[in-house]
């Protein structure tokens, strides 16, 4: 699963790495992330058709992380959906019609796991682009309307997102056996595409990321606590001998 990631760049910043053409929130900025846990809010990219026009708009939107299905009784349900298995997405009741009409990118420098090296304790390792870059996660997003609230309170809508994980091979495997499934920068427009909404085509735009992409290196077990945030939370340690990858 992937339960931490880091998403620290400013707002600008994504703006133009995405080439986003609207802000959906210009009144609100994210505080750099070191530590971002379930239930916390993000950023994520998504492509909308506005009212009476036929092109779909690249935007930039907070959402909360933990995706709440629009029939759900109970938003609390979001805490459990933080991540949608690749395999059964296009499938389950939860995430099926999201995956087809509502996809996204979540930004992200990198993302943390934990090597289990015996039944007590577990290594932190941070998990990022090699060459520095942004990592796009693939998403979905979705709407749920809070009955007990009027149309005109702008709170009676909750945007929530999920992140869709695949099997991590190689060296990450040896990590944690599942990782989020990244999108490349020529499948964007596709995947964003609100208009493409065959799962099959759509499941052909999930590839997972080539082993030499990412880089992962231990940190501090200070990111085990959602408490502790920090740019200290991603600096490389140098683990004890029996509690590194051999």
Request: contains cysteine; proline residues 8%; charged residues 35%.
């Amino acid at each position: 699963m992937c339960g931490r990631y880091a998403s620290a760049r400013k707002k600008h910043e994504l703006l133009e790495e995405f080439r986003v053409e609207l802000d959906g929130e210009p009144e609100k900025e994210l505080r750099p992330d070191y530590n971002v846990a379930p239930t916390k809010e993000v950023y994520a990219v998504l492509s909308r058709v506005p009212k009476g026009e036929e092109r779909a708009v690249r935007q930039l939107r907070v959402v909360k992380w933990g995706l709440v299905p629009s029939w759900a009784k109970d938003p609390s349900i979001g805490s459990r959906m933080i991540n949608a298995r690749v395999e059964t997405v296009a499938e389950k009741p939860s995430y099926r019609k999201a995956f087809a009409q509502r996809r996204c990118l979540l930004p992200a420098d990198g993302y943390f796991e934990w090597y289990k090296f015996d039944e007590k304790h577990k290594q932190p390792y941070f998990i990022h682009p090699a060459d520095g870059g942004v990592m796009a996660m693939a998403g979905l997003y979705e709407f749920w309307r809070d009955r007990g609230k009027p149309d005109d309170d702008p709170t009676a809508w909750l945007v929530t997102c999920t992140v869709i994980t695949t099997t991590a091979k190689d060296e990450l495997g040896r990590i944690h056996d599942r990782m989020p499934m990244l999108i490349e920068r020529e499948r964007w427009s596709e995947w964003l595409d609100p208009k493409l909404t065959a799962t099959d085509d759509a499941r052909a735009l999930l590839v997972p990321a080539s082993p030499d992409r990412l880089e992962a290196y231990p940190v501090s077990t200070a990111v085990n606590s959602v408490r502790n945030n920090g740019p200290e939370l991603v600096e490389r340690i140098e683990p004890d001998d029996d509690k590194a990858i051999v």
